[in-house]
């Protein structure tokens, strides 16, 4: 959850390199978002989510709560 008047910037990064972002407005209220990515991996592979906390649009990224990120996968044979 996202305080409002702020905006999180998280970015998902596969071995070290970033992959792609996904950004939440609290735009007046408390906001929560989730995401979803189909990646191709290899085994040894290195996948997570990391926050960006630059200052956007007079933003900070700020979590609220239990600062929680959540993050699961699962194998296509």
Do not use: P
């Amino acid at each position: 959850m996202v305080l409002e008047s702020n905006a999180l910037y998280l970015q998902l990064v596969k071995n070290g390199e970033y992959f792609d972002t996904m950004v939440i407005y609290g735009n007046g209220h408390f906001t929560t978002v989730s995401e979803f990515w189909s990646i191709e991996l290899a085994k040894g592979d290195d996948v997570w989510i990391r926050t960006d906390t630059q200052y956007v649009d007079g933003h900070l990224g700020t979590l609220h709560g239990w600062c929680n990120t959540q993050f699961s996968g699962f194998l296509i044979n």
